[in-house]
């Protein structure tokens, strides 16, 4: 775990509120804490973003080393973080961005203030950074090098900016060319002294090069600029012409251009003689759809120039969310909740427009809807646990994000599987959007076209030549996918154990939608994961063509995220026991449950859990299926809270894949979690609080939820005052509402 060495400040988590209230009357939004997930490799940011939103405004400091400010560049060590704590040398503020995601992509459109003589390098006009501020939907710093106070807040489709200069010269740049994306390409227009328009390439996420849209971008003043003009990067020139062009490997300004300029590193300049009360505020609104749709939504959010109305806003916004959870217990743990909670409603984003239009999924055009379109599915990631959380607490956004889906799925002809921007990326194994609309329908949120997703769902299972099933050839002939001719990252085993459990999860939609016939040959076909288990090692082990085991066989290699043949992401003990549909099915094979409880006493003892990834985040509920072994459950995700999660910028275990590991901390401080994608049930050990009050807005509408700690040491969970048979709950009993008490096992 990281170690903090030096102070931060979040404006929001304070003992007592800035009105004295006892810090026991906090609204759940001020437990917020946005710097948790900044080191560690998180990716999260701190920067200023509406829920679920297409905009945020975030400080981007992994550009330019600042004469050693920063340890870390966007270059180094598989860097997808625009924003790095430990760096202090930031050089702009971006406006498209992700957050927790593995691969680097966004961090564009980037304003940066600076004041004196104009200089267009971001590498020399960079500042030092300090007293840093943030909480959900605001954001503040002071960049030291011209003594500028540079705050940010944003709406759904828009950030704004204002920036408090000491008196002479003020400058603001626009950036086009500074970005985390490994896309190059842009083109500016400034259509006044208040104005400026334009695009940015954004794409290639993961390295795939096919993948690549722009995005456009309107950005108007507070004031008119005195002077304003473009800029570009020159080329290095040689011989001769090196010697006339006066701009040799620089950034040449075009003072008062009003034509469009494009290239790989073009931006706008406008500079302010005398600024009124010398504070300045920026706003930009972006779209996927075109720059007149940037506009629209600009005017549509944001009208005036209301800083401090636009953040009231945005912090509304998130208490509205956040307090559909209510917990009572240390203020500490209440930190680690909201925030978790926080982070679990960033993605799926917005890519919607305000008049309804948004990018077709794969292919140019646009399309229109009456509610909001989303974008981000890390569904290898997401489908474990997130979208199952909105499922139980926001099922009207989960039911957006469904229609979402299945609509990308009827524009390009196949399902999501790691979707940004409209353009499947193919990141990962496995056929996970099949998974999570199966998952939300059996939960009870039917209302998108379940028929069309059917249909989707089987012509991906069936096809030999399946974009999301890339293996399906061999998986539909032997059962799995053979090792034989695998690439260092393809991960056989893992890629069969996705299939698996996205058969699974068909046959459960199947039956639900009465089609038994279905149902009955998915089931068994989910069943094959038996041909993978090995009694030699007892493990899911990697198989050739033939038949024959892969040898020689190291269940430890890709410990260390080196590739393994077999696995993705992990090694042969993460993925031992990711059989999530048919654990006592996994238990008999393995020789019944004393072997099994001491399997997985093992995965835990030799180092060979892995929490920063998801293969394995189940294993600790696993006990549960042990008659007699449910303590071991509390004390294991009791521990596990303590070991990796915390209130400091490295209080992430890892990446935080979209919102996983944090929706992972959200149920797991609940007391309740999602094991098996496609049953629609809760397995249950004792919360970290000592009451959790949940107000479920799916059926029926408005029901109320409590989970408590029993006073005195009990064994048995008790629902409405009734025991329950064993430590799993239905998610539609859980739904009626009604008084969970969880037996009080720990001290």
Known sequence: MKILTRPFLVASCLLVSQWGMAAESKPEVDYVNPFIGTSNFGATHPGAQYPHSLVSVSPYNVSGTGDGLNPTEQDDA???????????????FSHLNLSGVGCPEFGVVQLMPTRGELELDSKIYGSPMSNEQASPGYYSVMLDKYDIRAEVTSTRRTGLSRF?????????????????????????????????????????????????????????????????????????????????VKFNDKFKPYPGYLYPMAGDNPGAYFSFEQLPNQTLEVKIGLSFVSIENARENLEAEQPGFEFEHTRKQAREAWQNLLTRIKVKGKEEDKTLFYTALYHSLIHPSVISDVNGEY????????????????????????????????????????????????????????????ELAAMETGVMVGDPGTIMLADTYLRGLTDFDAEAAFELILKSANSRNSPLRPDNADYLEL???????????????????????????????????????????????????????????????????DGKWLSPYDTELGRNFEPAPGYIEGNAWNYRFYVPHDI???????????????????????????????????????????????LQTSAKVRSLIAQYYSNTPGGLPGNDDAGTLSAWLVFAMMGLYPVTPGIPEYTLFQPTFDEV?????????????????????ARQFLFNGQPLPSPFIPHSQLVEGGELLAPNILP
């Open 78 to 92: 598989w860097n997808s973080r625009g924003y790095i704590h430990e760096n202090r040398f930031l050089t702009g």
């Open 164 to 244: 408090t200069f000491p008196t002479g010269r003020a400058n603001v740049l626009l950036n086009l060319g500074v970005g985390l994306t490994n896309e190059t390409g842009a083109m500016v227009k400034i259509n006044s002294a208040t104005e400026v328009e334009g695009i940015r390439t954004v794409g290639t996420f993961c390295y795939n090069a096919q993948d690549v849209r722009p995005v456009y971008f309107v950005a108007r003043f507070s004031q008119p600029a005195s002077d304003f003009g473009t800029f570009k990067k020159m080329p290095a020139y040689k011989n001769v012409e090196a010697d006339w």
């Open 584 to 630: 006592p099915g996994l238990i008999a094979l393995g020789g019944g449950d004393a072997e099994f409880q001491k399997r997985l006493n093992a995965t835990f003892s030799t180092n060979n859990f892995d929490m920063a990834n998801e293969p394995d985040i189940g294993y600790p509920f696993l006990y549960n299926y042990l008659p007699g072994q449910e």
């Open 359 to 418: 990018p077709l999924m794969g292919q140019a055009g646009k399309g229109r809807s009456d509610e909001p379109v989303y974008s981000v599915f890390s569904l290898w990631d997401t489908h474990r646990n997130l979208h199952p959380l909105l499922s139980l607490v926001y099922p009207e956004l989960q039911l957006q994000m469904a229609r979402s889906a299945v609509n990308m799925g009827k524009q390009s002809g196949w399902l999501p599987k790691w």
């Open 693 to 713: 009050e949940l107000q479920l807005n799916g059926v029926p509408a408005g029901a109320t939820l409590k989970i408590k700690s029993a006073s005195t040491p």
């Open 479 to 545: 059962g799995y996918v053979p090792v034989d001719d695998e690439g260092p990252w393809d991960g056989s085993v893992s890629t069969s154990l996705e299939y698996y459990l996205a058969d699974f999860n068909i046959a459960q939609l199947a039956k639900a939608l009465g089609n038994d016939d279905v149902a009955s040959e998915f089931q068994q076909k989910s069943l094959n994961y038996r041909k993978l288990y090995d009694p030699a090692t007892g493990m899911l082990r990697p198989k050739h063509k």
